[in-house]
């Protein structure tokens, strides 16, 4: 009997490739939430061939087990490009509407770089991408992308790979008008970096957290760029287009790090995870809190985050009360991570089982951030503003403070 409905089980399989899509684990990929949906995309195989192009995701709305989940290919949402370190965010404006800027691109007809479109966009309604003609646009990689309420997406510095240089420009990209430009500010710039992520706040405030940085801006070789401190951290006021820095309390304690995630909770918090440090070294603490709502932001470390996996080049959303994880580099075993991690952000402990919260629909309520981090260097992200009807969540989580010796930097 039991080998009877396992052999229908394969029939349906091998007839119905939507069924239990298994796809190939990778890093460097985007991930958002659209219409319920944990959408994946794009991102960097190693071996032996360097990107995918498929799109395929996980309904948010069904219950499953972290190491046994179902995912579904969108059958014709297969990207027109190769990219991984790419940005990607979903409309404030319009929610079926996903624009991918930037990252490292590769044509899939030629097999060759190619940078000739920045801009992409996905419309879930039609489930197709199109090219989209934007002017002014200049290529960068290892961006992370964020959109504000009013549908405007700020992508800060990142790299050139092509050039050697790293930049500290703030552009802007008005979805409304698809117009591009770059703001002129010169004032508390922060110096030239890429593989940071990117958060933006409640009230208008993008928390810029870790990556590399280098002050001429070119490099010849990555050795020469330094790890940026999570301790004084950069800030962007999208109302007043200001720049500022912040010395941010229990910084000492978190180690620099790339290709990392940020998500903000719906209570103010910033929840860092994963990333390596210098030299490649696992970083310590994996997991960390930013509490963005003390006048001078302060780390802690929640007490659970020694069972932490070790990933960089990952992703990370906030769905309900829970963080998302997928794919990225599996530090411990030094094999590409197959499967999804969960965070319960109530407790802050990593749990197995998803349990679908009430559906999350746009309603009448404020738009709400919800971000997406991605795993550092290159990093995607990703923020859906939904009017959110949350449980509001109890946090009777113990938070330790490390010792600052605990620091492997
Ligand atoms: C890599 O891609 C190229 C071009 O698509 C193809 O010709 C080649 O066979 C692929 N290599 C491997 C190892 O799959
Ligand atoms: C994985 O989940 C599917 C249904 O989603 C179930 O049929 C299967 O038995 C599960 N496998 C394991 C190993 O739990
Ligand atoms: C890939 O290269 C081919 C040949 O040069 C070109 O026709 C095509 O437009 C390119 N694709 C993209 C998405 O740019
Ligand atoms: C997305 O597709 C739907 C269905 O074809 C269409 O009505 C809508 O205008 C499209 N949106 C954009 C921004 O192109
Ligand atoms: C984006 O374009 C729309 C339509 O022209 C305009 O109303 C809006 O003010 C623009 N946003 C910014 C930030 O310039
Ligand atoms: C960086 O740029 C400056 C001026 O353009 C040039 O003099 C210098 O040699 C460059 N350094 C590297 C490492 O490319
Ligand atoms: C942060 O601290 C450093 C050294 O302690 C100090 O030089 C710098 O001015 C401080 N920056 C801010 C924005 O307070």
């Known amino acids: ?50 990107s995918t192009y498929e799109m395929f995701y996980l309904d948010l709305t069904k219950p499953f087990d972290s190491k046994n989940q179902s995912w579904d290919l969108v059958l014709e949402g297969y990207l027109p490009v190769y990219t991984y370190f790419s940005a ?26 190619d940078y000739s479109n920045v801009v992409y966009m996905y419309n879930y309604s039609t489930t197709k991408w199109t090219t989209q003609k934007v002017d002014n646009v200049t290529p960068r990689q290892e961006i992370k992308g964020i959109i504000d309420n009013k549908g405007t997406a700020y992508i800060f510095g990142g790299n050139n790979f092509k050039m050697g240089r790293l930049y500290n420009d703030m552009h802007i990209f008005n979805v409304s008008t698809m117009i591009w430009s770059k703001l002129s500010i010169n004032h508390n710039l922060p110096s030239p970096s890429c593989a940071y992520t990117a958060t933006i706040l409640e009230n208008g405030i993008i ?53 990392h995630s940020s998500v903000l909770t719906t209570d103010g918090y910033i929840i860092l995870f994963g990333g390596y440090g210098r030299n490649k070294k696992i970083v310590s603490p994996m997991l960390a809190i930013l509490d963005t709502n003390k006048d001078i932001y302060e780390w802690t470390i929640p007490s659970s985050s020694d069972s932490s996996p070790c990933l960089y080049a990952h992703t990370a959303n906030l769905y309900g009360n829970y963080m998302i994880v997928t794919f990225g580099l599996d530090m411990d075993k030094q094999v590409l991570n197959s499967q999804i991690y969960l965070l319960d952000v109530t407790y802050y402990t990593w749990v197995t089982t998803y349990t679908p919260p009430p559906i999350i629909t746009k309603s009448s309520s404020k738009a709400l951030a919800i971000g997406l ?37």
Request: charged share 15%.
């Open 88 to 113: 990607a965010v979903v409309s404030t404006l319009d929610d079926d509407i996903i624009y991918l800027i930037g990252g490292y691109r590769i044509n899939i007809t030629t097999n060759k770089k």
């Open 207 to 259: 928390v810029y957290l870790g990556g590399i940085e280098i002050d001429k801006g070119n490099y010849t070789s990555r050795s020469e760029v330094t790890f940026s401190s999570m301790k004084t951290i950069s800030l962007f006021n999208t109302l007043k287009s200001e720049w500022s820095q912040m010395n941010v309390t229990g910084g000492d304690d978190i180690a620099p790090r790339v290709f």
């Open 373 to 409: 981090g991605v795993g550092g260097g290159v990093f995607l992200a990703i923020f859906v503003s939904i009017g959110v009807t949350f449980f509001k969540r109890h946090r009777r989580v113990s938070i330790l403070k490390i010792p600052e010796s605990a620091s492997i930097i």
């Open 1 to 50: 009997m039991l080998s009877f409905s396992l052999i229908i089980f394969c029939i349906t399989l091998l007839i119905n490739p939507i069924l239990c899509y298994v796809p190939e684990n990778r890093m460097g990929h985007n991930s958002v939430i659209i219409h319920n949906q944990l959408l994946v995309f794009g991102g960097w195989k190693m071996e032996p061939n360097t």
